[in-house]
C-alpha cells in the first residue's frame, strides 16, 4: 500500500465544497478557498491525477422514480467461495446500489432499493438462486440520517 498523498488544508477544503456540490465552477471553488480560476484548476487537477478524486456524480431520490424501499440483505456462502463468487450473486441485479463482503459473519451485505415488498421479495429470491448463498436475512431501513455536510479531514 502506497503512501497517502501529501495534502494541505486548501486540498482538503477543496474537497469538502466538491462533495457538497460537484456543479460549482472553478472560480466559485477558488473563491471559497482563496485562489484564482486557474490555480483552483490546477489543485483539482492534481487530485484527480492522484487518484484521491475518482468521478463526479449525481444524486438521486429514488423514492420520486418509485423505488420507495430500501434494505440490506446479509449474505452466507459456501465455506469456499471466492469474493468475485460472491459479488456475482448480486452485481447483475437492477435493485442492488452496493456490495459489501466482508470479514466474518455475514460473508456480503448487498444495500438493495425496490418498489414494494413483493418487488424485495423477488430480489431476495434472486440472491438466494445464485449457487453459492446459503442463507439470508434482510433488514428493511426506517430512516436515513447523513451528516448536512461531509467534510473531509487531515491526517492527524
Known amino acids: 500500500m502506497s503512501?497517502?498523498?501529501d495534502l494541505d488544508s486548501v486540498d482538503h477544503d477543496l474537497l469538502g465544497l466538491l462533495q457538497r456540490n460537484s456543479r460549482?465552477?472553478?472560480a466559485q471553488l477558488g473563491e471559497e478557498v482563496g485562489?484564482?480560476?486557474a490555480?483552483?484548476?490546477r489543485r483539482v487537477d492534481r487530485l484527480e491525477r492522484l487518484g484521491v478524486i475518482t468521478g463526479y456524480t449525481v444524486r438521486i431520490d429514488h423514492e420520486k422514480l418509485g423505488w420507495t424501499l430500501?434494505?440490506?440483505t446479509e449474505?452466507?456462502?459456501m465455506g469456499h467461495s471466492r469474493m468475485a463468487e460472491i459479488e456475482a450473486a448480486a452485481r447483475d441485479l437492477p435493485e442492488v446500489l452496493r456490495i459489501f463482503t466482508t470479514a466474518g459473519d455475514p460473508d456480503a451485505l448487498v444495500h438493495l432499493r425496490v418498489r414494494d415488498m413483493a418487488h424485495l421479495r423477488h430480489a431476495v429470491d434472486q440472491?438466494?438462486?445464485s449457487g453459492q448463498v446459503t442463507g439470508t436475512k434482510t433488514l428493511m431501513v426506517l430512516s436515513v440520517w447523513e451528516p448536512p455536510e461531509r467534510p473531509?479531514?487531515?491526517?492527524p
Open 3 to 5: 503512501a497517502p498523498p
Open 24 to 26: 460549482r465552477t472553478l
Open 35 to 37: 485562489l484564482s480560476a
Open 39 to 41: 490555480a483552483t484548476k
Open 70 to 72: 430500501e434494505a440490506f
Open 75 to 77: 449474505l452466507s456462502v
Open 127 to 129: 440472491l438466494r438462486s
Open 152 to 155: 473531509t479531514r487531515p491526517a
